[in-house]
């Protein structure tokens, strides 16, 4: 088990930037899979992007390909999500995930570690 805390979140208006930390305690943090996802109000959680072990793979959901990004430092346990081109739809709360299991992941069955998320409004 791997215990997250994701912070970085706030307001912004269209089209500016936030950047989202997820810090991870744990030494061996460089073996999970981490992944954010998040959650806006009436609505399912939903993937976002994701990493792999060693952070040379990653995964986007098609709606922020191109202006998200994701990143990670095992040396600080911390994974990174650089937002930016932000727009209203992007308003959510946002989960850090990791997995021990597999080498990266986009579905959040898979994940069993969570914190405990982070909110983001977007305003127009």
């Known amino acids: 088990q791997v215990q997250l805390v994701e912070s970085g979140g706030g307001l912004v208006q269209t089209g500016g930037s936030l950047r989202l930390s997820c810090a991870a305690a744990?030494?061996?943090?460089?073996?999970?899979?981490v992944a954010w996802f998040r959650q806006a109000p009436g609505k399912e959680r939903e993937f976002v992007a994701a990493?792999?072990?060693?952070?040379?793979?990653?995964v986007y959901a098609d709606v922020v390909k191109g202006r998200f990004t994701i990143s990670r430092d095992n040396a600080k346990n911390s994974v990174y999500l650089q937002m930016n081109s932000l727009k209203p739809e992007d308003t959510a709360v946002y989960y850090c995930a990791a997995t021990f299991v597999y080498e990266i992941a986009t579905k959040d069955a898979t994940y069993n570690n969570w914190g405990q998320g982070t909110q983001v409004t977007v305003s127009s």
């Open positions: 744990g030494r061996t943090f460089s073996t999970y899979a």
């Open positions: 990493i792999s072990r060693s952070g040379i793979t990653t």
